[in-house]
């Protein structure tokens, strides 16, 4: 027991950050992922709050029910999908503003994942198995730290798939060209609604993926306060992204880091100030806002439809 | 005009109805000597709990929904009202109001700090026959009304005893809090925790984060896992739910002592002991008073209600595989003394972290002093600080 | 004559389709909560009991309603111009935070009724100025303005937190940090006989202004054109950025007098308990009351009617304290689905004649055999 550790001072707030960003931005990866493949389609799920959260719920019922880890992922993102397919359908009647959608969504999703989430607040349901990158040599911090989750590998995955996806399908036109000129897109004969429906629809996917990760790695519990603001977030992660997958995962290891940096800097006596530490991602990210937005030209990569009634 | 009254007609019916459906499963749920004792003498007595968070969050509330619920199993004569995930807002005004209106509610335990002042000083002064048990508050004779009590439990002196079996388990002399708020029940645990290490072994320090919020699971995982890399090897926390730090530390090969209830099983290696509330024994205590006619505004019951390990507000965990006899013995001494009235915990000199002395050479501070309510300070040993 | 019927039916919809759209709300949580194991019928009994069916509890969901009011025009307001606010929450934690630093600043140097009016312009102005900076990074950088508002929500309560955690903390408020506590001869008191705070009072009175100002003036004329097609209105020489930092400015001084009302007739000091969430309520009611001020009202009673009865279902019927989320959730989105629904049922057109007494309308069952 207790292994042999040595103080690691202010390599420890480094190391924290660096663990941090794959271990708190894996739920921002998956998050910000599927907001970007919902957002290029020309809609936004501000949703992905209650579906990060109904995903967190599943993952960890599921695997305590069935002693199936990763069942409880796959099961997650199928509860993201009917979330998505709720979100989907309804933001695209007429007059309904997608907003005010994905705010009653995440007063649903919310309810649901708390109702149905009762019973498995106390049981330890099995964890994602981690995959070991260090070795017996290395200090055991840095082992620790070296503990990677398959979600973050397989988010690491899919953020360059759908650049490709993106730029280089058929179907990935069928998206842009629906995000950005919708008039366009049905002059190709394309159906905008199936397109956004199924975008929304395997966003929240992800999303719900998200929450299995959160519980399921890293903290690796349920309970009701599991998700501090990751989904809401998610939005502002993707315009920090610019709309691209493979920012998407810098812009997520980012925020997982400033999760971190607020505890870490406490352990070596930076003590006061951690309210706004942990606002710190928040400020830099409406920073970066005002100073990259123009009146002048629109920022590259936005979808044109975004935020339109069409 | 006539279709209103029979809609309500309607209404009433159909409540009478859910009404009589939860006699008779309560009644089937009882046990057998229940029934035959539900007699015109044993009228039913209802007791109102309010939580803030959710009743089950392995934690603070659940702590007290616990003990609720045993008291209610106990007595036949006591009904429950219970109501969680109460904002200490109007909300809970109108959540006691309600309580007391509708289910004829005769004591409420409205259980988070933040109801008291200004909601529950509201709501005693209007319905004064009403008793108010408020938990953590600090009864000010003359200033509060007379039928409001206030109770809470000196947990640290579990968490005086779980220090000692940190200290003397810890091979780095560095033991971990992750606490929520800087805070006098927060401060005064912490305090606690590292008078009893350094009481066993002088040299031990207790690395303080502080998260800022009640539930804040990343930050709870974060902060234990810088700790560890910083060469922590024991830690414990005071958040509404511990469960994160306990597996975080069983994760990461370190030790741990629990809070609010026992998380033995979260940490089956490292878990040594913990500090546990037990609510059911003061609720049973103040149920029975009621019941016997007692009340806080005649004096029957004393409006500030305290209590350590002697009286059963809390207790130790049971010692994990890792603690040794050594410190079990230590602990084991520890825990008889301050039962017995013979440890002191806050006894000077004192001194807090920045050199201060906050308890003089000869003073005594015994629990039920004020002034450790109003604790502001981290002792000497405690690396962090009060500011936020 | 025949304009008569027309306005007539035209009112009928909109009154018909968002009342169909609560009673399917509720039948779909009847459903849930037969589901759950409770009977739907004693649970919409405990409902209309707790919330609506005696003054005493009707009361209840007046509290509740009142800072939802104020909240929902932050919303209700700048979408009249085009603009989704969702910096409700933060501009009332600036208005409760500036509310009682002057309160706290001028004490009881001044007659009640003036730091009382202090204080409300200063919940007025700091919450302007909040979701006016949104409006300003909207107008003159082009940020968009739902993710700004939204960041700084978090930033007002990050700033809340610090202020009543360290700088603005009275050391006497032991385990609940707060600020000082403002004198009680400057708190707001409650409406005479009733228990309900001046700040219901203040909602009915902002929202019906705000109707005002946005239906019958030039100016809220001038908005709802700009908000109809902001490029046209640029070409009739409207003064659009003026438009957007004032139409901003007065929606989050409602926000900001939300926050004043909470400190100065709830809390009495400022603290965490800020923060619960009326500001996210605030947008639903905008959003479910079509950004109309007066339907606001009535849509903030019905969210303060369901909170309300969030206690009973919990007491009575032995559902956890998430229902009420569930509830809340699936009035809302029936009732934001019913905004797609105007205009699809022949019996609300215009119709050329005069035609018989109406046959009643189509039950909400119906409706949504319509859905295309």
Known sequence: MAAETTALGWWGVLLAIVAGTMRGGTPFLFVSLGECLTEKSGKINLGLEGTLLTGAMTAYAISYLTGSPWLGVLMAGLAGLMLGAIHGWLSQQPRVNDVAVGIAMIVFGSGIAFFLGKPFIQPSAPQLPTINLSNAAMPPALQAALQISPLFLLGLGIAPLMSWFFRSTRWGLYIRAVGDSPDAARAMGVSIFKVRLLSVMIGSFLAGIGGASL???????????????QGLMAVALVIFAGWKPVQCLWASLLFGGAQALGPALQSVGIQEGYYLFNAAPYILTLLIMILTCSPKRTLSGVPGALGTDN | MRLHLSRRQVIRGLLATTAFGATVKLGTGCAASSSDTVATDDQPITLGFIYVGPKDDYGYNQAHAEGAAQIESKFSWVKLSEEANVPETTAVAESMRSMIDSDGAQVLFPTSFGYFDPHILKLATEYPEVQFFHCGGLYQEGVHPKNVGSYYGYIDEAQYVAGIVAGLTSKTGKLGFIAAKPIPQVLRNINSYTLGARSVKPSTTTQVIFTGNWAEPIKEAEATNSMVDQGIDVVTCHVDSPKVVMETAEKRSIFCTGYHANQSALAPKGY???????????????????????????????????????????????????????????????????????????????????????????????????KLESMNYLVEGVLGSVGS | MSWRTIAWRKTLESTLIPFGAILVGLLLFGVFCAVAGANPFAVYGSIWKSAFGKWSTFQNTLIRAAPLMLSALCTALPARLGLVIIGNEGALVMGGLAAVSIGLAIGTAAPPLMVQIAMGLAGMAAGGIWIAFAGALRHYRAVNETISSLLLNYIAIALLNHLVGGPMRDPSSLNKPSSYPLAAVNMLGTIPGTRVHWGLVYGLIACIIAYVLIQRTTFGFAARTAGGNIRAARIAGLPVGQLTLIICFLAGSCAG?????????????????????????????????????????????????????????????????????????????????????????????EKPQLVAPPSPPPSPGQESVIVS
């Not at chain 2, 209590?307 to 602990?331: I, M, N, P, R, W």
């Not at chain 2, 915990?345 to 201060?356: L, V």
């Not at chain 3, 009617?305 to 969030?310: K, M, N, P, T, Y």
Request: proline share 2%; charged share 20%.
């Open chain 1, 215 to 229: 519980s399921l790695y890293y903290p690796g519990v349920w309970t009701e306060r599991i998700s501090s603001g």
């Open chain 2, 272 to 370: 040594l002991t913990g500090a546990e509330w037990d609510w059911a024994n003061l609720y049973a205590q103040i149920a029975e008073d009621v019941k016997a006619g007692k009340t806080l505004t005649e004096g029957g019951i004393p409006h500030l209600l305290r209590g350590g390990l002697k009286d059963g507000f809390c207790k130790v965990s049971d010692y994990g595989l890792a603690v040794s006899s050594e410190a079990k013995q230590a602990a084991d001494e520890a825990k008889a003394k301050l039962m017995d009235g013979r440890l002191v915990i806050y006894k000077g000199e004192i001194k807090d972290n920045t050199g201060a002395v906050v308890v003089a050479a000869n003073e005594e501070l015994k629990q039920l002093d004020p």
């Open chain 3, 257 to 349: 007098l939300a926050g004043m009302v909470e400190v100065a007739a709830v809390q009495g000091s400022v603290n965490e308990s800020l923060n619960v969430g009326y500001g996210y309520g605030g947008i639903l009611v905008a959003f479910a009351a079509r950004h109309n001020p007066i339907a606001a009202i009535f849509m903030a009673l019905l969210v303060g009617g369901i909170l309300a009865s969030g206690g009973s279902l919990q007491r009575t019927h032995g559902l956890p304290d998430a229902t009420v989320l569930v509830f809340q959730g699936l009035v809302f989105l029936v009732v934001l689905y019913s905004d797609s629904l105007y205009g699809r049922f022949s019996f609300f057109k």
